[in-house]
């Protein structure tokens, strides 16, 4: 019992030592509506970054599912603007996906009341395990129609008081789901009064009924009484649209409840829109400019971002100025190409150089997301200055068509910074991006050595490495949980397999002693 009891204490400091602090108040309000349902403006590197640091909590009922719905179709629609995979999602952040907790709570936003999922909410966010989730959305169902003004006033309240009472996690506003009633009708009045309150006190809005008021090509329904499910007093302006359009490559089934399949695409590229923003992705910022920081292994280096040279050259290029005319005013060549860029018209003997900030000690594996219509193109990476990766690039189909390459070698990273030369001895390719991954699971802060495997099962269960398993793992695994999750892979730490580390993950840990 006194191992018992200490574990308890240890997590009662430690929640509240992982309560988080304050995020900065916004200073304008956040609103994503049908002009933020263009899903091929929102760059690659801002839905990584999404996934990277964003953990939702989702509740709602049926209307609400036509987000989830639609996020869960865009995964595999060929005709996204980057590859399906990047918008992978996943209660737990598994794999690189975006953590996203579907049907968090039971109930929505007005049922079975006005202020049951306020304290569900509370509930959810005071357990330990859920320490980590940054952003909380609900969705109503069809109870804003029926609101009175203090109904709504009561939402309004209650939300407040979860932004303040939790100022480290978002709370996402939604207006409800048309009805019919056009542009008089209670319902447009209940949402005018949530979207002058977010416009008013800068929150973050996703604006629901406006989504679905209008179809792609930007003609509105609201005031020709259109309904959830697309029906106006001239038709069905989904169906239409789906008939003169190609299924496959301008839209795709997702089967959202209610409604139409169009409109189930529209939510979901206006969600990974909010996503991007609460990432911190500016999607009215100006062109960006290249950075400086090294990038955090493991992790992804962008080819674009090289070093930006000055005294020391970093890059060599055959030919003067920047043929593609994108992101950067010096002699690589660099093409914009769908959610980002790419160093393009690579030449033989051409070669680029980064720094990067390693954050523990593994060997690593390296890949590259390349294209080429040929199979000759080959990649030779430099890891302070001695020879570490080779990469043969294959014949993808095109300069336009991107695949990932991966080098047979493994090469050990010491923790801390290092430097990448990467050589191209045969050019005629186009390089998206570099990834170094661990293989192994590396010691975590507060431990010697690596973790161990005792019984070969996959799972890590000696923490501190040092040859058995004992309460001292338990305590190392508890105060490294958020850093575990960021830093090692899941599948070796999730004893309890939800697909998540967490607090369960402790306990079980702890009853396997």
Known sequence: MDA???????AVLVTVLLAGTAAAARTAPLVVDHTSTDL???????????AATLHIAYGHTSHGSQLISGLTGLTSFAGAPLPPS???FNDGGTGGALDLNDYFADGDLGNPDFSTWASETRTYLNRAENHDVNVVMWAWCGEVSGASEANINTYLSLMDALEQDYPSVTFVYMTGHLDGSGVSGNLNLRNNQIRDWCRSHNRVLYDFADIESYDPDGNGYLALGADDGCNYNGGNWAQAWQASHTEGTDWYYCYPAHTEHVNGNRKAYAAWQLFARLAGWNEDGPTPTPTTTPATIPGVVEAENYNVGGENVAYYDTTPGNSGGAYRHDDVDIEAIAGGYTVAYIRNGEWLEYDVAVNRTAAYRLSARVASPNAMARMEVLVDGAPAFTIAVPNTGGYETFADAAAPEHWMLAAGPHNLTVLFPVGSMNLDRLALLADQPGAFPGG???PLDPNGDGLYED????GRTDFADVVLFFNQMTWIGANEPIAAFDYNSNGRIDFADVVWLFNHL
């Open 448 to 450: 010697s050595t690596a």
């Open 40 to 50: 091929s403006a929102v760059p690659a590197s801002a839905i990584a970054n999404a």
């Open 86 to 88: 990047t918008y992978a």
């Open 4 to 10: 018992l009891r200490r574990l308890l204490v240890i």
């Open 463 to 466: 923490a501190n490495g040092n």
